[in-house]
């Protein structure tokens, strides 16, 4: 069987696609996570996503395509994780305690590793049903999509997603990391101070707004410079560089030029 959009294909295989995204919008259904507060599977998600960043960066830097990639997915995933656990989760409790342990980190890891092969599908189908994908039906359970497109869009989309070539002219180069200004430092080093120690592997502070304001540029300008697409194309009611600011948080107030 050859790929087919949406719209060329026969029922049997628009049928088969369908069983196929049923199920996989029910994958969620058998987390631990799930028998798990949801205000607590929430900073436990977060807690889980630091955890991976982190893990990257001891492994290759933190200065790499790998963990641009890192980022790009865990921001993916991480919020599917965070919707199953407030949809379909337990309600939230007062009485319920923030505590890393071994339990919360195993079912932490498989809402993860689900919700990390998931987002693909969030992808996949949607562009489907808009015919911008072909189907091609491997097994009754096992569907495979391909972008549509000659071998010029593929090149297209491969810059875009930050591909480049190792050697040769159009050698991707990757710009040295900034040294953090005297000031973040200063900061830095003034909240290490003022960490308190509450437990085994917990502790607290104060207020980190100082430091936060301090670090915006540089996480606006990181945030950008992941970007994949023109920063004035229009989201509908919004633009782009609108819902990037969003998500950096960043009010008007506090806009970065």
Known sequence: MTATIKKDAA????ESV???EERSDDCFRTLRLLKIPANVAIWSLLVGGVKLIEN???ARGDNTPHLDAALLNVSRFVPVATKWAVEHGRPASRLATERW?????AAVDEAL???HHYSSFLTCFPMWHKVRYAAELLSPTVVRFTA???GRHRQVSAYQKGFRPTAGVWKGQRAAKLEQAPKVQELFSRVFQDCRKTGLLRFECDDLWELWRALLPEYWA???GI???AAAISLGQYTLEEFTQFLCGISRGLRCA
């Open 11 to 14: 029922p049997d295989l628009i």
């Open 101 to 105: 342990t071994a339990p919360v980190a």
């Open 227 to 229: 970007t994949r697409r």
């Open 113 to 115: 590793v689900m919700a």
């Open 222 to 224: 990181r945030v950008t």
């Open 148 to 150: 549509l497109g000659s």
């Open 56 to 58: 990257e960066i001891m």
């Open 18 to 20: 369908r069983q196929i």
